[in-house]
């Protein structure tokens, strides 16, 4: 499911960078990386925070491990995440945002 670029941040290592939600699965989803991306963070698992454009009171909170990274546009880095250990609640969840095409 396209996301229209949800804006948040990737926590890795308790550094927080800027990051854009691309699209998202059951499977994982896939980021834009932005500003200084540190080093190699395949095999790393992260934490993203995005944010609701309209407030500060909706926050959707998403951990996964880094599968692959290939170089994005104007000097980003896209990421394809692998969500680990979903429980039947969280993925459950996952398929409705999915069925309801949920755009942020």
Do not use: Q
């Not at 699965?25 to 609701?52: F, K, M, Y």
């Not at 959707?60 to 995440?81: F, K, T, Y």
């Amino acid at each position: 499911m396209a996301t229209s670029g949800w804006s948040g941040t990737y926590t890795d290592e308790d550094a927080a960078h800027e990051c854009k939600v691309i699209d998202i699965s059951v499977l994982g989803l896939g980021l834009e990386l932005l500003g200084d991306v540190p080093g190699d963070l395949i095999g790393h698992r992260v934490t993203i925070e995005v944010h609701a454009p309209v407030g500060d009171s909706v926050t959707l909170r998403l951990m996964g491990r880094v599968r692959n990274m290939s170089p994005g546009g104007e000097g980003s880095v896209r990421a394809g995440l692998e969500f680990v250990g979903l429980s039947e609640t969280e993925r459950a969840i996952l398929n409705t945002m999915e069925l309801m095409k949920v755009a942020w």
